[in-house]
């Protein structure tokens, strides 16, 4: 499952609609997020990539439309016709198609982290919202607790948009999700009880718990990034190493890659990677050809 992120300048406008002021407010916040250059930017990238599978020259008569309108939509006021309201928004709704008909979108559901920051958060940055100050660091340099997510499943894609809370955490950090081969639960990086992170698995119909898949027994180690192989092991980041990075004279923890079997029968743990420096993001493609 890949998810697609778009981003938009913004335009602020105001627009007062007595009428229906709600449908006035929703038109207003929508326009104010198209950026016609970024969405005919978005058209070509989709043009090219899928040309057997996105309507490039419907969704590029759609910005047009927008485009010659633009100025008409945001003018919409209290005295508009409900009729000139309703061709404002079939105008921005087309340029929401032409995104939306993505085709990694035609997956029916997206599985993502929802980090709920408090205040503007677009005035955050990447320690604000729990990722790293530097590509050279790794997870340990992160704050682990006092975060409120919540790992939410999405579906409806193109439609009405229905979410739901797959299961919400006060306090540790939740990063680095991962769905398994069936789509049923994802695999992610929290914190355990000795304040160290590790990965879990939870079941994503909300009735489970999470269940530790990294190794327990080493109280001074953090794992994460976990990715599920075929044959039900585990590959994933870890301070086993007890290794610094030296380019800040050791004061900074590096990762390196190992494989760990969970199971019962062996709870085996093996280092794959001998590096100077860290290793990132795991990750399980199929190989063709």
């Known amino acids: 499952m890949r998810t697609l992120v778009v981003f938009f300048s913004v335009a602020v406008f105001s627009c007062a609609c007595v009428a229906d002021e709600a449908r006035c407010r929703a038109l207003a916040e929508a326009a104010g997020l198209i950026n016609p250059i970024a969405v ?65 979108l035609d997956a029916d559901r997206i599985v993502y982290v929802r980090r709920i920051l408090g205040g503007d958060a677009r005035d955050k940055r990447e320690l604000d919202w729990g990722s790293l100050s530097a590509n050279f660091r790794t997870h340990p340099a992160t704050r682990k607790n006092n975060w409120t997510s919540e790992i939410v499943e999405l579906s409806d894609l193109r439609g009405a948009k229905k979410e739901r809370v797959v299961k919400r955490f006060e306090g540790p950090l939740i990063r680095d999700l991962k769905l398994t081969f069936d789509a049923t639960a994802v695999t992610y990086t929290g914190v355990d009880a000795n304040n160290r992170f590790a990965v879990y698995s939870l079941p994503l119909s909300g009735n489970g718990e999470p269940v530790t898949i990294s190794p327990k027994a080493y109280p001074d180690i953090d794992w994460f990034d976990g990715v599920l192989l075929p044959d039900g092991r585990y590959v994933m980041l870890s301070t086993a190493g007890y290794q610094g990075l030296p380019c800040e004279n050791g004061s900074q923890q590096i990762a390196q890659i190992y494989l760990v079997d969970p199971s019962a029968k062996t709870n085996m743990v093996r280092q794959l990677t001998f590096e100077q420096d860290s290793d990132y993001t795991p990750s399980n493609q199929s190989m063709s050809g």
């Open 40 to 104: 005919e930017r978005a058209i070509a990238f989709l043009e090219q990539t899928y040309p057997d599978r996105y309507d490039a020259k419907s969704a590029r008569a759609a910005l047009t439309a927008y485009r010659e309108n633009e100025q008409f939509v945001k003018a919409i006021t209290p005295a508009s016709p409900a009729s000139e309201l309703a061709r404002a928004e079939r105008l921005v709704n087309g340029v929401r198609a032409a995104l939306l008909a993505n085709p990694l």
